[in-house]
């Protein structure tokens, strides 16, 4: 069994190959794709250019893949080839695996659905040298991610990530520091930011519908009879000779120990913390990035975590049941908590507010989600009623397409656009939610509470500071802190003393506050 380690901050991240969890991909409705300017004409209009030459939307977007198991073939491969037999004006021009299996079955399925001879490469950085290739996706494991992102950013080109964007606080810093630096379009692949329920959930906190917003749940229960991540499929095959595994677990660019070959850190890598955090980055990242998304909050100002490998006994280091809470200094509070042995009885995904609350259930497809209103004696406003509020979603939507094709679209539309903000996952967001549940791991860990200040990307060990800051607000009677772009004033946002209460306050030399 693996020793664990601690997801050290000086780790830097990349790797080649590794596989991700799986999802299949559909083919969208044919009508989206039917040109390139289509695609083009669906980004934000409104959002700043950047000064790169960007591809004109009746040009092709050549594009190449790093890490091509799993999430890299089924969900960044056989997607990006169902929109371009839809239409889209892209070319699948190159693959990077460590594992020649993988490399094989990607390039082979390349050819039969495109009629592309895609170009091999073993190492990563031949493919980002290679001038024919703008843009990679990459689907390695989280150790690599950092790493990969910044080469190719620096080699010019455009990228589409697996989530979590880094493994530790510094390197998503960093990539943020880089996409702005370098000007590429980076989309974080949590693809259910791609779905526009999350935009309407913004819009409508922003005008104040739950009064002052107070805080989000949300969740990501799982169960299997072998054990999380244990399902994927050990094979003889995967063996040294078929695996470059040095080049696998970056020992020489310091991003893992020196470790024997193991067919179980290859396959099932989620399970141990030198190569990822389990259900904190792998899980628990899609649903903050959507609570960000839906709130405008971006990074917490504390956090602590909790949990333990409970049931799950079977060599892994990562927690079977975990819990993340992070206060933000906007005035309210995240909770993002799992279990990897029970989904029967999930928690509901919700955010609330002083008069009322927005439930969406469980998963992120949804048609619909609910506002369930505080009952009038506190909101003083009778109007205020439960209603069901519909999505732009409809079964039938659902029927055509996904969410991975919608956010590999957005991807494709904002590099036609030459607009890096114009992705719904852009490397802030990204990096707003990763450092949450990152800390969160950490705090599970080490046994700490840490402090997060964004000013300067730094974070400390516990202490009552922030506590007292909110202690210190109240004695004063301060107003309440809102969400960015809140512009509701005071909607929700006021307590109204009962008579009575003018009778408090200190006795000072015996007298009584309330005079008499």
């Known amino acids: 069994p693996i020793m664990p380690t601690h997801p ?76 371009r037999q839809d239409g889209a004006n892209i070319d699948l021009v190159a693959v990077s695996d460590v594992y020649k299996k993988q490399e094989d079955e990607a390039c082979d399925f390349i050819k039969a659905k495109t009629g592309t001879d895609a170009k091999r490469y073993l190492d990563y950085r031949d493919l980002l040298a290679d001038k024919d290739v703008d843009a990679v996706c990459i689907g390695t494991p989280d150790h690599w991610h950092h790493r990969q992102i910044v080469d190719a950013l620096q080699a010019g080109k455009h990228v589409y990530t697996e989530k979590p964007m880094t493994k530790t606080v510094e390197e998503a810093l960093d990539v943020v520091k880089v996409w702005k630096e370098t000007g590429r379009v980076v989309q974080v692949g949590v693809q259910s930011t791609s779905l526009k329920v999350w935009d309407q959930a913004r819009e409508l906190i922003d005008a104040g519908k739950l009064g002052k917003v107070l805080g989000f749940q949300t969740e990501y229960f799982r169960n299997s009879s072998t054990g999380q991540w244990r399902y994927y499929k050990l094979e003889k095959e995967m063996n040294p000779q ?75 280091t990562v927690p079977d049941v975990a819990t ?88 494709l539309a904002a590099m036609w656009a030459g607009d890096p903000t114009a992705c719904n996952n852009t490397p802030d967001l990204g990096a707003a939610a990763v450092v949450t549940v990152i800390l969160g791991a950490m705090s599970h860990r080490n046994g700490k509470v840490y402090h997060f200040d964004a000013t300067t990307g730094s974070y400390t060990g516990g202490n009552p500071g922030w506590a007292q800051k909110w202690e210190q607000l109240s004695q004063q009677r301060g107003a309440p802190m809102q969400v960015p772009g809140w512009h509701a004033g005071e909607t929700g946002s006021r307590l109204t003393p009962a008579e009575f209460q003018s009778l408090a306050g200190p006795w000072i030399d015996g007298r009584d506050p309330a005079g008499g």
């Open 324 to 411: 993340v809470v992070a206060d933000y200094h906007e005035g309210c509070q995240g909770i993002i908590t799992a279990t990897m042995c029970n989904e029967r009885s999930r928690i509901k995904q919700v955010i609330r507010g002083h008069n009322g609350s927005f439930e969406f259930g469980n998963g992120e497809q949804f048609t619909e989600f609910q506002f369930l209103a505080e009952r009038p004696q506190v909101t003083l406003d009778s109007g205020i009623q439960d209603e069901v509020i519909k999505t732009d979603l409809t079964e039938e939507a659902l029927a055509e397409t996904n969410s991975t094709s919608l956010h590999f679209q957005n991807w």
């Open 8 to 83: 050290s901050s000086d780790m830097v991240a990349a790797s080649c190959g590794g596989r991700s969890a799986p999802q299949s991909a559909t083919p969208s409705r044919r009508d989206v794709l039917v040109t390139g300017a289509a695609l083009a004409a669906a980004s934000t209009a409104s959002l700043a250019r950047t000064a790169f030459a960007a591809p004109g939307a009746n040009e092709r977007i050549r594009i190449g893949f790093i890490g091509t198991g799993g999430r890299g073939f089924s969900a960044h491969v056989k997607t990006l080839a169902r929109l």
């Open 242 to 316: 078929n695996i470059d595994w040095q080049r696998w677990l970056g020992t020489a660019e310091g991003l893992a120990p020196e470790m024997p070959f193991d067919r179980a850190l290859y396959r099932q890598w989620r399970c141990y913390w030198p190569f990822g955090s389990g259900m904190f980055t792998d899980l628990f990242v899609h649903r903050t990035t959507a609570m960000l998304k839906a709130t405008g909050l971006r990074f917490p100002g504390r956090v602590v975590g909790a949990g333990g490998v409970y049931l799950e006994l079977d060599t892994r």
